[in-house]
């Protein structure tokens, strides 16, 4: 029986639904001038960290396979928070929440999804590389070539978009109440469900089977490489040798940690249990301290990537160096 207040079908695809109300943080109207500040300097300390992992892989002539999913991982983070960041900055602009038409709802929540899902295959292709160097190293050369770690990019890339399409299109075919306000601070899928005049689990199914496919599947690839792994260093006689395999892992498993565990909390439960409060706090962390904390984690525990950035550094160094003794030179000239 259908619920009161709720707009037919085809009104809604038809266009009768043509913008949604992003609350953001309206309850919060005395801490606005924090948050925002707390947000734009979290987000651009998270565009140049990301940026400069980035800039620093591509300038590098050789990149090893690790390197090269490091590179596309933060490339899917700067894209990441730039879907969803600059619209929860406006919803704290603007007091009583920023509109968002349904189209560019529908765009911002298929661009999230792809890219989240898109991580979660791409940690499944870097659990692959650790398994291969670790439990096969003679053959990594040979299993780990630029041709595999192309296709892996691109099915990673693809799958997700394709599975993101169908789950955006499944939503945005519900019929949504008169309330078209939104208690998010961008168009999660949640948050976006709960607007849906249904009163059956039929339209949780599209986003469980979404989870299964981008979660689930993803994990237990991850887990089956590390039991291998796992396997693999229990067979190492020497401590140090075991310490020295598991140090290559130890940035990958703490990233897919936090990637897991706030995707796990928000995505996988039923609808009933929808809570505004605590998924805005678990997805400010999910957008906003996880990409914050993927270059930080690399740039610390990965020494490839912390050679690199020395190498960069000491490249513009160098740079600057040059530059000041061209000024000098040039100033000497010109006074005779």
């Not at 599947?217 to 291998?228: G, M």
Request: one cysteine or more; aromatic letters at 10%.
């Amino acid at each position: 029986m259908p619920c009161e207040g709720c707009m037919e079908r085809d009104n809604v695809s038809t266009g009768a639904t043509t913008e949604f109300l992003l609350l953001g943080f309206s309850e919060l109207l005395r801490l606005r001038v924090l948050l925002f500040l707390i947000f734009l300097i979290v987000h651009l300390l998270t565009l140049a960290g990301n940026m400069m992992i980035f800039a620093a892989v591509v300038m590098e002539p050789s990149r090893p396979p690790m390197l090269f999913f490091l590179c596309q991982l933060s490339a899917i983070e700067l894209c990441y928070t730039l879907v969803v960041v600059p619209k929860a900055l406006l919803s704290l602009v603007v007091v009583d929440g920023s509109t968002i038409s349904f189209l560019g709802c529908a765009a911002q929540m298929h661009l999230f999804v792809a890219l989240g899902g898109a991580e979660c295959f791409l940690l499944a292709a870097m659990s692959y590389d650790r398994y291969v160097a670790i439990c096969q190293p003679l053959r990594y050369a040979a299993v780990m070539s630029e041709g595999l770690c192309l296709r892996l990019a691109l099915m990673c890339g693809l799958g997700a978009f394709a599975v993101a399409l169908g789950l955006t299109a499944a939503v945005f075919r519900l019929p949504f109440c008169q309330s078209h306000r939104i208690d998010h601070f961008f168009c999660d899928v949640p948050a976006v469900l709960h607007l849906a005049c249904t009163q059956s689990y039929i339209p949780e199914l599209p986003l469980l089977a979404a989870c299964v496919l981008l979660l689930l599947l993803p994990f237990l690839l991850i887990l089956v490489s590390y039991v291998c792994i796992a396997v693999a260093l229990l067979h190492i006689a020497s401590s140090v040798g075991r310490g020295k395999a598991f140090s290559t892992c130890i940035s990958q498993l703490a990233i897919t940690l936090l990637h897991y565990g706030c995707a796990t909390f928000i995505y996988i439960r039923p609808k009933s249990s929808y809570s505004p409060a605590r998924d805005k706090v678990v997805s400010l962390v999910y957008t906003n301290l996880t990409p914050l904390m993927y270059p930080l984690i690399y740039s610390l525990r990965n020494k490839e990537i912390r050679g690199i950035l020395r190498k960069m550094l000491r490249r513009k160094k160098i740079a600057r160096v040059n530059w000041d003794t061209t000024r000098v030179v040039m100033c000497v000239c010109g006074k005779f």
